[in-house]
């Protein structure tokens, strides 16, 4: 939801170093840097206070009023960058940047797909796919939208929807290439079975012939059986 703000309480950090902030870590804290306001300050953030931040309707686009040591000043910030530890899963690391709320920021935004299910070239067989899963946005930080949606109800099997189909709302300028494909609708593989090898066919037939002539042949030599009547 575009506009959410909310607070978010840090400390600064007086100690640097990778040995301090592997302490922060193992305390449950965040370390990071607030950029913006001057000089950057390096500052710490409780994990579970950041994840009940970024946890809201606005996701990580949210306004954080970030308050320093409990000083009650607020600086009004957004998540710049993050790191994330590739096997916990966790962040380790934060950029926050302030920013004046009257002027335009730069963020990117996921694309969300609507009515792909309803979609006739769906119902088809066709595969619906997006190859574009976010876009890049100029608005103010408050007007920064939590996602771009797309109809796709109307898409048949061979159509292609671009950035240029994206109908941000007022306020909101889109960056990238307009031409740039953002979902597109294909036929469905079709498995065609490989055609006989000339020849093949009429060996196995030739071969079948042999079979059955040479069984018929050992018919008509057959010595009489024991239990036969001897001719007089």
């Given at each position: 939801?575009?506009?959410?703000?909310?607070?978010?309480?840090v400390?600064?950090?007086?100690?640097?170093?990778?040995?301090?902030?592997?302490?922060?870590?193992?305390?449950?804290?965040i370390?990071?840097?607030?950029?913006?306001?001057?000089?950057?300050?390096?500052?710490?953030?409780?994990?579970?206070?950041?994840r009940?931040?970024?946890?809201?309707?606005?996701?990580?686009?949210?306004?954080?009023?970030?308050?320093?040591?409990?000083?009650?000043?607020?600086?009004?910030?957004?998540?710049?960058?993050y790191q994330?530890?590739?096997?916990?899963?966790?962040?380790?690391?934060?950029?926050?940047?302030?920013?004046?709320?009257?002027?335009?920021?730069?963020?990117s935004?996921?694309?969300?797909?609507?009515?792909?299910?309803?979609?006739?070239?769906?119902?088809?067989?066709?595969?619906?796919?997006?190859?574009?899963?976010?876009?890049?946005?100029?608005?103010?930080?408050?007007?920064?939208?939590?996602?771009?949606?797309?109809?796709?109800s109307?898409?048949?099997?061979?159509?292609?929807?671009?950035?240029?189909?994206?109908?941000?709302?007022?306020?909101?300028?889109?960056?990238?290439?307009?031409e740039?494909?953002?979902?597109?609708?294909?036929?469905?593989?079709?498995?065609?079975?490989?055609?006989p090898?000339?020849g093949?066919?009429?060996?196995?037939?030739a071969?079948?012939?042999?079979?059955?002539?040479?069984?018929?042949?050992?018919?008509?030599?057959?010595?009489?059986?024991?239990?036969a009547?001897?001719?007089e």
């Amino acid at each position: 939801m575009a506009g959410e703000r909310t607070r978010l309480v840090v400390a600064q950090r007086e100690h640097l170093g990778s040995r301090e902030t592997r302490r922060l870590r193992k305390q449950g804290l965040i370390p990071g840097v607030l950029y913006g306001g001057g000089q950057p300050v390096a500052i710490s953030v409780a994990e579970r206070e950041l994840r009940r931040a970024l946890t809201g309707k606005a996701g990580l686009h949210s306004i954080l009023d970030v308050e320093i040591d409990g000083h009650g000043k607020t600086h009004a910030s957004i998540l710049k960058e993050y790191q994330v530890d590739k096997i916990r899963g966790h962040i380790t690391h934060i950029d926050l940047q302030e920013v004046p709320l009257d002027k335009p920021i730069h963020a990117s935004v996921s694309v969300h797909l609507d009515g792909g299910e309803d979609a006739p070239g769906v119902r088809e067989g066709g595969v619906l796919s997006q190859p574009l899963r976010e876009l890049n946005v100029e608005a103010l930080p408050l007007e920064v939208p939590e996602h771009l949606n797309l109809d796709v109800s109307h898409m048949g099997v061979g159509d292609t929807l671009r950035i240029a189909d994206v109908h941000p709302p007022e306020g909101v300028t889109l960056l990238d290439d307009p031409e740039t494909v953002v979902a597109t609708i294909t036929a469905p593989t079709r498995e065609i079975e490989p055609e006989p090898v000339e020849g093949e066919e009429g060996e196995a037939v030739a071969e079948g012939e042999e079979v059955a002539e040479g069984d018929a042949a050992t018919d008509e030599g057959e010595q009489p059986s024991e239990d036969a009547p001897a001719e007089e």
